[in-house]
């Protein structure tokens, strides 16, 4: 009797931290409900910003120009993220791409820890579209202005 107790025992002290370790890792998840509705404007206003999409970027505008319309892509990208319009947030995100792709060089010249900073924005608007997350286009749009603004003292 005392050996099938010591057994049981055994076994409990075992189980026991495993089954905690489960409970508590499996109340911690995200769940994303890619289904819900999309908001749509009554009135059947377009977005404004969607249709002021750009192909290609002017060699003539300057570092602050391209920032300027980055911070206004990031904004509409946040907007469209938050009315779950996948398809004008990645109309967005392809601006934003091409706009970086043109603005880079010219910061990786003055900072490579501002150019590391603005590929971390890059990379959070694209998690934004690719994983439907909300938020990261938001933090996209509170780091890109710290950016800017660090920027002014080069």
């Known amino acids: 009797m005392r050996a099938v107790f010591n057994r049981v025992s055994v076994t409990l002290a075992i189980l026991m931290p495993v089954a905690s370790l489960t409970f508590l890792t499996s109340g911690c998840a995200t769940t994303i409900n890619e289904s819900a509705p999309s908001t749509i404007a009554q009135n059947g206003e377009a977005d404004s910003n969607a249709e002021k999409t750009i192909s290609t970027i002017d060699p003539l505008l300057g570092r602050d120009e391209l920032l300027t319309e980055m911070l206004q892509s990031v904004n509409a990208l946040s907007d469209a993220m938050q ?11 392809d601006q934003i ?46 780091f890109l202005p710290l950016i800017i603004d660090s920027l002014k003292n080069f």
């Open 83 to 93: 009315k779950s319009d996948q398809k004008i947030a990645t109309k967005h995100l």
């Open 97 to 142: 791409i091409l706009i970086n792709d043109a603005v880079r060089p010219k910061i990786l010249e003055l900072s490579d820890q501002l150019a590391a900073d603005l590929d971390r924005v890059v990379a959070l608007a694209k998690s934004s579209v690719e994983r439907n997350r909300p938020a990261d286009a938001d933090k996209a749009l509170r």
